[in-house]
């Protein structure tokens, strides 16, 4: 029997790519049973992590007997999560009026990159597409360049699986209250827009512009930034508040009357320009050692597979190697019904995921 926060909560996933098969590795790592509804012949890949702590059950959803199948498993869950384009589930007939027709206390979490509603909803798109839309991409990259995509870390996974694992949860609590399920429209827009919060507080005040890499925390500020060292590697500077530049100071042995004032912006180039020339004089990790105890907030950039062999890191588990492949460990942190990195997806038979289902104990 699975342990953990999520125990005993039954979560059908219909095969989908990026951000669902996330936010159910998150929901799989607290303690959720998890079966992927996947096409028939379904591959399974042990080193896709992202599919871990999951059974796979393949179905022809285009079959009847199958679709029938696919009902009788949402009737026994507590939740649903999809990642088709509007209108495709329903045309299968595993749209949320259905499934909540079978399971009227279920959740039904859509997750797409524009929403079910609006004049973009039909239309194909990906991370960076949605991220353009919201404010997002145009923040982020260096001063009279081009924007930079941040990986698909903000539609995919912070503004998309994210908010779906929040909705979805916060659907599922009130459920056992209301004995009433709900939909759940999560697009990466809307998720997005939200991690923008503070950029647009910050915006409404007048103290955020929207030319890149000329604000506080966009790079543009020289004590929020990125310094090549010595052996073309690079540290990350974030001596944001008085204290911390001061200390950024002492360790780069820079006197501070020798800089311009830090409220003007005029001589932030002046004053990356001094840090600039004392970061190159050292390598990164000489640096890094030097910083080590220092509240100057200096780190070092690493690599992937530098990050799993940090000190910090190896000492939170915060990564883990198996084999060859890296893969980050369950977070948040519980204290007392923790979240643990489930194994491998195995593929199972329907059969034997509802003769489990019907008949646990705990459910009636």
């Known amino acids: 029997m699975k342990q953990g926060p999520l125990s005993g909560v039954r979560v059908i996933e219909f095969s989908a790519l990026g951000p669902v098969p996330f936010c159910t590795m998150l929901l799989a790592d607290m303690g959720a049973d998890v079966v992927q509804v996947a096409r028939a012949r379904a591959h399974v890949d042990p080193g896709n992590f992202m599919q871990r702590g999951r059974r796979v059950v393949p179905l022809d959803l285009k079959d009847p007997g199958d679709r029938d199948t696919a009902l009788e498993l949402v009737a026994h869950a507590d939740m649903v999560l999809e990642g088709s384009r509007p209108g495709v589930m329903e045309k299968i007939g595993l749209g949320p009026d259905v499934c909540l027709a079978h399971n009227p206390r279920l959740v039904y979490g859509r997750m797409t990159g524009w929403g079910q509603t609006g004049p973009l909803s039909g239309t194909a798109g990906h991370d960076i597409n949605y991220i353009a839309l919201t404010g997002a991409l145009d923040a982020i990259g260096p001063t009279n360049g081009a924007p930079v995509p941040p990986l698909n870390l903000i539609g995919d996974y912070g503004g998309g699986a994210m908010f779906l694992a929040f909705g979805a949860l916060c659907a599922l609590w009130e459920a056992r209250d209301s004995g009433q399920g709900q939909i759940i429209d999560s697009a990466m827009v809307d998720g997005t827009a939200m991690l923008m919060s503070l950029f647009c ?72 320009t001094a840090l600039a020339e004392r970061f190159a004089s050292r390598t990164r990790d000489v640096w890094a050692a030097h910083f080590r105890d220092s509240d100057a907030c200096v780190s070092p950039v690493l690599g992937l597979h530098e990050a799993a062999t940090h000190e910090h890191m190896v000492a939170r588990r915060t990564y883990s190697v198996h084999g060859d492949r890296l893969q980050p460990a369950p977070a948040p942190r519980l204290s007392r019904t923790p979240g643990f990195t489930a194994g491998t997806s195995t593929v199972s038979s329907a059969d034997a995921v509802l003769g489990g289902w019907r008949d646990d104990p705990s459910r009636h």
């Open 201 to 272: 507080r910050l915006h409404a005040q007048g103290e955020w512009n929207d030319a890149r890499g000329t604000n506080s925390l966009d790079g543009g500020a020289p004590w929020y930034s990125t310094y090549r060292t010595m052996d073309d590697r690079y540290v990350a500077v974030g001596a944001l508040e008085e204290p911390f530049w001061q200390a950024l100071l002492v360790g780069l042995d820079v006197a501070p009357d020798s800089l311009p004032p830090r409220a003007d912006k005029a001589g932030w180039p002046a004053i990356r």
